[in-house]
């Protein structure tokens, strides 16, 4: 609790208790905690969309809808795409459940290279107007693993019953959220 001092005429201070105001404070910790499940969705999202193009016919598809598809082979676009969706997964349940909360940090490190190298790939091609959203992407992430691993670290825990029931409810989510809609829409609407 935090404390108000205040004196009257006889110079008799007043200390007052006042409650601070919870949940109406900014935390770092709870920054991050937003970054990472909006980032990790996001990217899981656009992963599990390059993982689809395995399949030959959305493969062949795919460059009508994005231009630089025909310029990298099906299977580094499938590898980027599986990197990307391990990696979303990464900066939520290791953190959440506290097992191996060391490897958030390490999947943001992840993602922010990737998402350097992607930078330079559009540069060489001289797609510049996918350039600052890859900068975007891969700051976010960097500032994720700077903050995971120095500023807010998540200490290992071991997992509990609630711990696997919210990476499950997490899964499901992301499932019902994200890798479904994609699948649908990939498979099902013409580029």
Same mark, same amino acid.
């Given at each position: 609790?935090?404390?108000?001092?205040?004196?009257?005429?006889?110079?008799?201070?007043?200390?007052?208790?006042?409650?601070?105001?919870?949940?109406?404070?900014?935390? /770092?910790?709870?920054?991050?905690?937003?970054?990472?499940?909006?980032?990790?969705?996001?990217?899981?999202?656009?992963?599990?969309?390059?993982?689809?193009?395995?399949?030959?016919?959305?493969?062949?598809?795919?460059?009508?809808?994005?231009?630089?598809?025909?310029?990298?082979?099906?299977?580094?676009?499938?590898?980027?795409?599986?990197?990307?969706? /391990?990696?979303?997964?990464?900066?939520?349940?290791?953190?959440?459940?506290?097992?191996?909360?060391?490897?958030?940090?390490? $999947?943001?490190?992840?993602?922010?290279?990737?998402? #350097? /190298?992607?930078?330079?790939?559009?540069?060489?091609?001289?797609?510049?107007? /996918?350039?600052?959203?890859?900068?975007?992407?891969?700051?976010? $992430?960097?500032? #994720?693993?700077?903050?995971?691993?120095?500023?807010?670290?998540?200490?290992?825990? #071991?997992?509990?019953?609630?711990?696997?029931?919210?990476?499950?409810?997490?899964?499901?989510?992301?499932?019902?959220?994200?890798?479904?809609?994609?699948?649908?829409?990939?498979?099902?609407?013409?580029?």
């Amino acid at each position: 609790m935090s404390q108000h001092v205040s004196e009257n005429s006889l110079d008799v201070k007043n200390i007052e208790q006042q409650p601070k105001e919870r949940g109406k404070r900014f935390t /770092l910790n709870g920054a991050f905690w937003s970054l990472q499940v909006l980032f990790g969705f996001f990217f899981a999202g656009s992963g599990f969309g390059k993982v689809l193009l395995y399949d030959e016919a959305l493969y062949a598809a795919a460059p009508r809808a994005v231009a630089w598809y025909a310029a990298v082979p099906q299977s580094l676009i499938v590898f980027i795409g599986i990197c990307e969706v /391990l990696g979303g997964v990464g900066l939520i349940l290791p953190a959440m459940t506290g097992v191996k909360p060391k490897l958030t940090p390490l $999947a943001a490190v992840g993602l922010a290279l990737t998402m #350097i /190298l992607a930078a330079g790939f559009h540069i060489m091609r001289g797609e510049y107007a /996918l350039v600052p959203a890859n900068l975007l992407l891969g700051g976010v $992430a960097a500032f #994720i693993a700077v903050g995971r691993w120095r500023l807010r670290p998540v200490a290992p825990a #071991i997992i509990t019953t609630s711990g696997a029931l919210k990476s499950f409810a997490v899964l499901i989510a992301l499932t019902l959220l994200v890798f479904v809609p994609t699948w649908y829409t990939m498979t099902n609407v013409q580029f």
